[in-house]
């Protein structure tokens, strides 16, 4: 028996990316409170997410990086790992969005968004994976996917395919992975009040028919995310592989 609870994230480091703000700020400071050292990473300042974690009573560092650099992976981690120690937990949150009809979609916009939100990913987690495998360590990958690994959407071409390629990707790694004690699952966060929705949020049309569909009659915030990350970075989740939780207000059981 031990006095240690099943959620708790103390003595272990988490690299968590785009935490600059939105959901990866939520999920940054929600490890944090429950323990863990944080590494921000992303091609924007972290002042704001480093003081949130303070706050929290955490401790956190910064680590200023283009994700959509080649062949960068591999340093990522390893810097994360300098400044927090062998990291135990990564979180792929990094992502853009591109809205245009399907008729009349960029090229340059299908690339940079594949590139980031799926390419990028996955060799995060294959970076991380082989750093666990080689130091005979387990871990914890929680992917950011999204409703659209699941649904269609409109308008948004690249994401959806990104969303529903990192879904794939999720299972294919938890797949290879769990024999080796290394978790790989999924958060599908709902409409949430980020960046990447502020367009919706103001179409008072769309934000009014998408608070329609949620049984829960709101928005999803940042923090929302951050618990069910806590969650699945955790010894609740050790038998949880290739997972993708909603997280989504009740949107997908309307």
Do not use: C
Not at 31 to 57: F, K
Not at 123 to 132: H, M, N, V, W
Not at 175 to 181: K, R, T, V
């Amino acid at each position: 028996m031990t006095d240690r609870s099943p959620f708790s994230l103390a003595g272990r480091s988490a690299l968590v990316t785009g935490a600059n703000t939105g959901i990866g700020q939520g999920i940054a400071v929600a490890l944090a409170r429950a323990g863990a050292t944080v590494v921000a990473a992303g091609r924007s300042a972290m002042d704001e997410t480093l003081a949130q974690v303070t706050q929290a009573g955490g401790t956190g560092h910064a680590l200023r990086v283009d994700l959509q650099e080649a062949g960068i992976a591999a340093r990522v981690v390893a810097e994360a790992a300098a400044l927090a120690g062998p990291l135990d937990i990564l979180v792929n949150n990094a992502g853009i969005i591109r809205r245009a009809d399907a008729l009349d979609f960029s090229e340059s916009d299908w690339d940079e968004v594949m590139n980031l939100n799926l390419k990028a990913n996955f060799f995060l987690a294959q970076a991380f994976a082989r750093a666990a495998l080689a130091e005979r360590r387990g871990g914890r990958i929680v992917n950011i996917a999204s409703l659209l690994s699941i649904q269609g959407g409109i308008r948004v071409a690249s994401y959806t395919a990104s969303k529903s390629g990192l879904a794939g990707l999720t299972r294919l790694l938890a797949n290879e992975w769990a024999p080796h004690g290394i978790n790989v699952n999924a958060i599908a966060p709902g409409y949430v009040e980020t960046n990447n929705t502020q367009a919706l949020r103001e179409d008072p049309a769309r934000s009014a028919a998408i608070l329609a569909r949620i049984p829960a009659g709101r928005w999803g915030n940042p923090s929302d995310i951050g618990g069910a990350a806590v969650f699945l970075a955790s010894d609740a989740a050790a038998y949880v592989h290739g997972a993708i939780l909603p997280v989504d207000g009740g949107w997908l059981a309307r």
